[in-house]
């Protein structure tokens, strides 16, 4: 057995820019403000985890300022000294705090890769992955057309096979139809945010042709009716990403008919645990899944690319390089696309660790809880 006994658990609040604003209709990201996470087991060993929450609470209700105050205030105190045999035992620990699920999933992933350090395996091994190297895919979130056929471009020329493209109620369905036609051996999905409503949803049937693979959240969050209504006029699947933070909400899509695919994102639905539920559910009832990004270092990416390597995981998810957002990735190794696809490092856990010097360079907090 795993026996982890929690002994010492790190935060550290960052702020990094991004090479390149990130633009959608709800916000445009210029700086990626963070927390990371580090816990110690009574043997030394050492786990990690990211906060994937924002700065303000434009994705979801959760931010950096709550998520570490919960973890601080609620979190920490009830893991601290505790003794587990797996992870999926946090669950009962942190039953008595309801939601607040970025700030709990970083915990859950740190335990993880402890756990899978202790069985010495790889995390996606320990998880069920069947592959070694998953398919990489960019998103493109640019502010003018101009832009965002350079960007798609470029995307292509470096290899990528999926590119994502933020979409609202401006975007050129058009010009859109147009780029996509130059790239037949390309994936393109759609990400809207929830940017379309029962009023504009004439609009979103305009993009039903543009040979987009997915739609990804058309309408928020509130709206899955109306999402489901839609879904039912057009060829083009949906694919929920807000909409989903348990496997309730999953059930709710496949009953209304709302979307037809899982975006998958830890932090939104509790951590890796919680995201293995939910797989093993979806692959009953065959409903595919694929992995989301939230503009990550490379701890959170990495238990995405592990999440990845299952057999529910059907279409390339928003893995680029780490070279894409960051001047310099706050974890180790990088991550390197070759050819499309990125390789799983080949050592046990989660297979990245917090590079300390460059964390340095970027903190504005840090605090640090001993049993
Ligand atoms: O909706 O998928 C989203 C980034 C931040 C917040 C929400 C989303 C995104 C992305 C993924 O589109 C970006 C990435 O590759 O990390
Ligand atoms: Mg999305």
Not at 40 to 51: F, L, R, S, Y
Not at 173 to 196: E, R, S, W
Not at 208 to 219: A, K, M, N, R
């Amino acid at each position: 057995m795993a026996n982890i006994q929690v002994q010492r658990v790190t935060l550290h609040h960052v702020r990094v820019p991004l090479k390149k604003p990130f633009i959608t209709h709800l916000q445009h990201v210029r700086e990626r403000e963070s927390i990371l996470v580090e816990v110690i087991d009574a043997n030394g060993t050492v786990g990690v985890g990211e906060c994937v929450a924002f700065t303000s609470p434009w994705y979801t209700e959760e931010t950096v300022g709550t998520a570490w105050q919960v973890l601080k205030k609620w979190i920490i105190p009830a893991i601290l000294n505790r003794t587990l045999q797996h992870p999926d035992e946090l669950d009962a620990a942190l039953s008595i705090i309801k939601r607040n699920h970025m700030a709990k999933s970083c915990i859950n992933q740190a335990i993880w890769d402890i756990f899978a350090k202790k069985m010495n395996l790889p995390l996606w091994q320990v998880i069920g992955g069947v592959s070694a190297s998953i398919e990489a895919g960019i998103v493109v979130a640019s502010s003018t057309e101009k832009e965002l056929v350079e960007d798609i471009e470029m995307a292509v020329a470096q290899g990528y096979k999926r590119i994502k493209i933020k979409i609202s109620l401006s975007s050129n369905p058009i010009l859109l139809k147009k780029v996509i036609a130059k790239y037949p051996n390309t994936l393109f999905f759609a990400d809207a945010n929830g940017g379309f409503t029962d009023s504009t949803k004439q609009l979103l049937k305009d993009f039903d042709d543009c040979g987009f693979t997915l739609i990804e959240q058309p309408f928020s969050e509130h709206n899955n009716k109306v999402s489901a209504l839609v879904q039912k006029t057009m060829q083009t699947p949906f694919a929920l990403d807000e909409s989903i933070s348990s496997y309730q909400d999953v059930e709710e899509m496949i009953d209304q008919q709302s979307g037809k695919i899982v975006v998958m994102k830890q932090g939104r639905v509790g951590g890796l645990s919680n995201a293995l539920r939910i797989h093993e559910q979806c692959t009953k009832v065959d409903v595919p899944i694929w992995v989301g990004g939230m503009i990550e270092f490379g701890v959170s990416k990495a238990f995405n690319m592990a999440f990845a390597t299952l057999p529910g995981v059907k279409f390339p998810g928003d893995f680029s390089s780490s070279t894409h957002f960051w001047e310099q990735d706050l974890a180790i190794p990088n991550i390197d696309v070759h050819q499309g696809e990125i390789l799983l490092p080949n050592i046990a856990g989660v297979g990245v660790s917090w590079n300390h010097e460059v964390i340095r360079q970027f903190e504005v907090n840090r605090i640090q809880f001993d049993a």
